[in-house]
C-alpha cells in the first residue's frame, strides 16, 4: 500500500491541526464542499432545462437575436447547451467535491456540506425557477437526512486516528509493521 505523505499544505490552510488565525475564516474544506454543492444543484438544474418548455423560452429569445437561424436549429443548440451543462456542473461538483476531502479531516463533514448545499441551492432553484411548490413531504425527507448526516459527522470514534497527512509517520509506521508479518500486539510483548 503507498505511504502517504506529509503535507506541505497542512501548514498553510487551516485545519483541525492548524486553526485559522480569525474564527471567521471559511476553512478550504468546507468551501470546496459548498460549492461542490452548488455545483451538484446546477447540474440538475441544467438536466431539467434540457427536457423542460422553458427551453423554448430561451429558444424564443435567441430567435430575436438572430432572425436568420431556423428555430429548430435554435432549439436543439440550447438544449445541447444545457446538456453540456449536466457534464460541466458534474465535473466541477467532483472537482470540488475531492479538494474538500483532500482539504478537509473529516468526510462526512464534507458530504454533510455538500448535501445540505446541494438541497438548499435545488430548493432555491426549483422554487425561483421552476415555481415548485415545496410540500411537506419534501421538507421531512430533507430534515431527515440533514440531521442523518449531523448524526454521522457528530463525533469520530475514540482512538481513531485518520488518515490525515498530520498523522502520516505513524499510519505509516503501522503499515510497515502489517507488511512486515507483525501484528500490533507482538510488538507490545516485546
Not at 435567441?62 to 453540456?84: D, E, I, Y
Not at 410540500?135 to 440531521?147: D, E, H, K, P, T
Amino acid at each position: 500500500m503507498p505511504e502517504i505523505q506529509p503535507d506541505h499544505f497542512a501548514r498553510q490552510y487551516p485545519n483541525k491541526h492548524n486553526p485559522p488565525k480569525y474564527k471567521y475564516v471559511l476553512a478550504p474544506s468546507n468551501f470546496f464542499a459548498i460549492v461542490g454543492g452548488i455545483f451538484a444543484s446546477l447540474s440538475s438544474v441544467s438536466a431539467k432545462l434540457a427536457v423542460d418548455q422553458r427551453t423554448s423560452i430561451a429558444t424564443e429569445a435567441l430567435q430575436k437575436l438572430l432572425p436568420t437561424a431556423s428555430s429548430q436549429l435554435l432549439s436543439m443548440a440550447t438544449r445541447g447547451l444545457m446538456l453540456a451543462g449536466i457534464g460541466a456542473c458534474n465535473f466541477f461538483m467532483w472537482l470540488f467535491f475531492t479538494k474538500a476531502l483532500r482539504y478537509g479531516d473529516s468526510t462526512p463533514r464534507v458530504m454533510l456540506l455538500q448535501t445540505v448545499s446541494n438541497f438548499v441551492v435545488t430548493a432555491l432553484c426549483g422554487v425561483y425557477l421552476f415555481g415548485d411548490a415545496l410540500s411537506m413531504q419534501w421538507w421531512c425527507g430533507a430534515s431527515l437526512i440533514a440531521v442523518g448526516l449531523v448524526l454521522l459527522n457528530s463525533e469520530k470514534h475514540a482512538g481513531h486516528d485518520s488518515e490525515s497527512p498530520e498523522n502520516a509517520p505513524e499510519i505509516n509506521r503501522y503499515k510497515g509493521q502489517r507488511k512486515n508479518g507483525e501484528s500490533t500486539e507482538s510488538k507490545k510483548d516485546k
